[in-house]
């Protein structure tokens, strides 16, 4: 597991590489991205930032965000239609679990995960590039109050079925009726 430093550091590393002086607003950002279990918007890394630098606008974490992406330091996360999310990019394999209710996303990993993404590239023949892997359902939270009499899940407005549940290119399973073995997400690249 990478530490919030470690991430901290990396993000460091490609905006000094890139030509980049370290603020104090960019700093506020990267601490953000490296610290946060979250999966922040920009909106949400500017709140956070500005908690550790009030000078830290909106454009700076827009234009952060933007050289951190074309660096390849960030990964924009984008699911059913919610505002784009982003994360340090990880040097692990995972896929993301995406709650339709409250648009909490969370990684997931494991070894199965891990040993069916490299078997793809090997069994295809691909040489794969990039890979991307969601799950959507309702989290523990949205679950547990879905249960209880007349409340509300927690978070913002669910996410239409229609902005995940899309009809696959042909031969390729909806998810849900995945052929044994299937690993029900998508890879791109």
Same mark, same amino acid.
């Given at each position: 597991?990478?530490?919030?430093?470690?991430?901290?550091?990396?993000?460091?590393?490609?905006?000094?590489?890139?030509?980049?002086?370290?603020? &104090?607003?960019?700093?506020?950002?990267?601490?953000?991205?490296?610290?946060?279990?979250?999966?922040?918007?920009?909106?949400?890394?500017?709140?956070?930032?500005?908690?550790? *630098?009030?000078?830290?606008?909106?454009?700076?974490?827009?234009?952060?965000?933007?050289?951190?992406?074309?660096?390849?330091?960030?990964?924009?996360?984008?699911?059913?239609?919610?505002? /784009?999310?982003?994360?340090?990019?990880?040097?692990?394999?995972?896929?993301?679990?995406?709650?339709?209710? *409250?648009?909490?996303?969370?990684?997931?990993?494991?070894?199965?995960?891990?040993?069916?993404?490299?078997?793809?590239?090997?069994?295809?023949?691909?040489?794969?590039?990039?890979? /991307?892997?969601?799950?959507?359902?309702?989290?523990?939270?949205?679950?547990?109050?879905?249960?209880?009499?007349?409340?509300?899940?927690?978070?913002?407005?669910?996410?239409?079925?229609?902005?995940?549940?899309?009809? &696959?290119?042909?031969?390729?399973?909806?998810?849900? /009726?995945?052929?044994?073995?299937?690993?029900?997400?998508?890879?791109?690249?």
């Amino acid at each position: 597991m990478v530490s919030s430093r470690q991430r901290y550091n990396r993000l460091v590393r490609a905006l000094g590489q890139a030509g980049y002086r370290l603020t &104090p607003q960019r700093e506020a950002v990267l601490h953000v991205l490296a610290e946060t279990p979250e999966h922040p918007s920009v909106a949400r890394i500017h709140e956070l930032a500005r908690r550790r *630098c009030r000078s830290t606008s909106r454009a700076t974490v827009y234009n952060t965000v933007r050289v951190l992406k074309q660096l390849g330091a960030l990964e924009e996360l984008q699911y059913g239609g919610m505002a /784009h999310r982003y994360v340090v990019q990880s040097l692990t394999p995972h896929a993301h679990l995406v709650c339709v209710r *409250c648009q909490r996303i969370e990684d997931f990993a494991s070894a199965e995960l891990s040993g069916e993404l490299e078997a793809a590239g090997a069994r295809s023949g691909y040489r794969v590039l990039a890979y /991307h892997v969601a799950f959507y359902g309702e989290c523990p939270a949205c679950q547990q109050a879905a249960a209880g009499p007349g409340a509300q899940p927690p978070g913002g407005e669910v996410i239409p079925e229609r902005e995940y549940a899309r009809e &696959p290119p042909r031969g390729v399973p909806r998810p849900g /009726h995945e052929r044994s073995g299937s690993m029900g997400g998508t890879t791109d690249g």
